[in-house]
């Protein structure tokens, strides 16, 4: 199975503040690589796909990038809708594994 | 617009088998490959299995390997996701989610765009 790292584990940010998180796989995916939002109790919703795709709706501030085995999410200024978890998901060959998700809270 | 409705929250004693069902509305069912997901209590999501809607086709994570079963019912829009031999590991949420692409030929997307609310199973004895 590929699998899949992230960091950091949490952040603490402020509106307005650039974020990025990284993930990482254990071996090449080439860009088969997805992001998802999720908030407490709630179910995940795609943010990008293929690594840099965004998904239609999804606001401009989020962008992804990386190939391979390195991959990043930014964001380029937090909202207030922002503050939840995020994961990345390889969807180069099953199981489809996620990783381990980032929470970004309030500072 | 596309739903995913799941059925409803079970406890289940350990042992048993239990199977969740997720209705799908809003686009055409047998394009589409439904992929089901679960996430235990504050871990990370785990991807189980998915099946093509149109065919019947599915295709399981190893972990899961002769305790899930995947089906589709196309006359009731609905796809079906039972787990046998269950213990207290088995207790989260389970979602199901479908593709943002159709299928082509046989090439089954990853990325999930739709997702049904998800469905608490609890075992305990």
């Known amino acids: 199975d590929i699998q899949m790292t992230q960091s950091p584990s949490s952040l603490s940010a402020s509106v307005g503040d650039r974020v990025t998180i990284t993930c990482r796989a254990s071996?090449?995916?080439?860009?088969?690589l997805n992001w998802y939002l999720q908030k407490p109790g709630k179910a995940p919703n795609l943010l990008i796909y293929d690594a840099s795709t965004l998904h239609s709706g999804v606001p401009s501030r989020f962008s992804g990038s990386g190939s391979g085995t390195d991959f990043t999410l930014t964001i380029s200024s937090l909202q207030p809708e922002d503050f939840a978890t995020y994961y990345c998901?390889?969807?180069?060959?099953?199981?489809?594994?996620f990783g381990p998700g980032t929470k970004v809270d309030i500072k | 617009q596309v739903q995913l409705v799941q059925s409803g929250a079970e406890v289940k004693k350990p042992g048993a088998s239990v199977k969740v069902s997720c209705k799908a509305s809003g686009y055409t069912f047998t394009s589409y490959a439904m992929h089901w997901v679960r996430q235990a209590p504050g871990q990370r999501l785990e991807w189980m299995g998915w099946?093509?809607?149109?065919?019947?086709?599915?295709k399981y994570s190893q972990k899961f390997q002769g305790r899930v079963t995947i089906s589709s019912d196309p006359s009731a829009r609905t796809v079906y996701m039972e787990l046998s031999s269950l213990t207290s590991e088995d207790t989260a949420v389970y979602y199901c989610?479908?593709?943002?692409?159709?299928?082509?030929?046989?090439?089954?997307?990853?990325?999930?765009?739709?997702w049904g609310q998800g469905t608490l199973v609890t075992v305990s004895s």
């Open positions: 071996q090449s995916i080439n860009s088969y």
């Open positions: 099946i093509n809607a149109g065919n019947g086709n599915s």
């Open positions: 998901q390889q969807t180069y060959s099953t199981p489809f594994t």
């Open positions: 989610a479908r593709t943002l692409r159709p299928v082509v030929g046989v090439v089954i997307a990853g990325m999930l765009n739709h």
